[in-house]
């Protein structure tokens, strides 16, 4: 079992900075990707981006704004989100994987969430 959790949300201005933190605990060691997705009111879970040991990928909408980080060493996973815009308002989630990707029925392991709010 892995367990995530998530912290770093809050409520921040357009054009803000905000960095999430997923720290990891359990059987870590075969987790080779973990990720970010997001998921706003009324609307299906978004991919932001994950990381595959160094190599990082992106959603488009969050593409030079975001930027995925991962310490081994800590197991702890980030998300360093700059320009934050009002459309980036969402519940993000951390998930972990063997072998994931952009899609969220990839990951085996979830956190719990935590609420980014961007205000205009």
């Known amino acids: 079992q892995v367990q995530l959790v998530e912290s770093g949300g809050g409520l921040v201005q357009a054009g803000g900075s905000l960095r999430l933190s997923c720290a990891a605990s359990?059987?870590?060691?075969?987790?080779?990707?973990m990720g970010w997705f997001r998921q706003a009111p009324g609307k299906e879970r978004e991919f932001v981006a994950y990381i595959l040991w160094s190599n990082t990928y992106y959603g488009d909408s969050v593409k030079g704004r975001f930027t995925i980080s991962r310490d081994n060493a800590k197991n702890t996973m980030y998300l360093q989100m700059n320009n934050l815009k009002p459309e980036d308002t969402a519940v993000y989630f951390c998930?972990?994987?063997?072998?994931?990707?952009?899609?969220?029925?990839?990951?085996?392991?979830w956190g719990q969430g935590t609420q980014v709010t961007v205000s205009s």
């Open positions: 359990g059987r870590t060691s075969s987790m080779y990707t």
């Open positions: 998930a972990a994987a063997n072998n994931g990707g952009s899609h969220a029925s990839l990951y085996n392991y």
